[in-house]
C-alpha cells in the first residue's frame, strides 16, 4: 500500500521561513513526479511547485524566487523550502506523487495525494 504523508506546516510570522516535507512510503518502484499544491479558503487548488524525472522543477509565478523543491529520491521524499513567506501563501498544502508500482510481474503508474498540512501566514 503506498501512502504519501505532508509535514512541516504550522504557523509563522510575515517575512518568515518553513520546510515542507513530503515521504512517499510502501511497494515503490519508481516516483516520475512529485508536487506541492495549496488551496486556500474560498479558492481553487493551485500548484505550487512540480519536480519531474530528469530534474526538472516548475514553479507558480506567485512563488518564484522564493520557494525551492528539491527530491531525496532515496527515501522518496520531497521537500518544499519557503521563504519570505507573506498572508497570500496561507493555505493548506498537499502533495502529489506519480507513482510506478510492480505487481504480479505489471507494472501501474498512479498518482497518489496526501491528506495536507496548514500553512498559516499571519502577525
Known amino acids: 500500500q503506498v501512502q504519501v504523508v505532508e509535514s512541516g506546516g504550522g504557523l509563522v510570522q510575515p517575512g518568515g521561513s518553513l520546510r515542507l516535507t513530503c515521504t512517499a512510503s510502501g511497494s515503490i518502484a519508481s516516483i516520475d513526479v512529485m508536487a506541492w499544491y495549496r488551496q486556500a479558503p474560498g479558492k481553487k487548488r493551485e500548484l505550487v511547485a512540480a519536480?519531474?524525472?530528469?530534474?526538472?522543477?516548475k514553479y507558480a509565478d506567485s512563488v518564484k524566487g522564493r520557494f525551492t523543491i528539491s527530491r531525496n529520491s532515496a527515501t522518496h521524499t520531497a521537500y518544499l523550502q519557503m521563504t519570505r513567506l507573506n498572508v497570500e501563501d496561507t493555505a493548506l498544502y498537499y502533495c502529489?506523487?506519480?507513482?510506478?508500482?510492480?505487481?504480479?510481474?505489471?507494472?501501474?503508474?498512479?498518482?497518489?495525494w496526501g491528506k495536507g498540512t496548514q500553512v498559516t501566514v499571519s502577525s
Open positions: 502529489d506523487a506519480e507513482i510506478t508500482i510492480k505487481r504480479d510481474g505489471s507494472s501501474y503508474t498512479s498518482t497518489y
Open positions: 519536480w519531474s524525472k530528469g530534474e526538472v522543477t
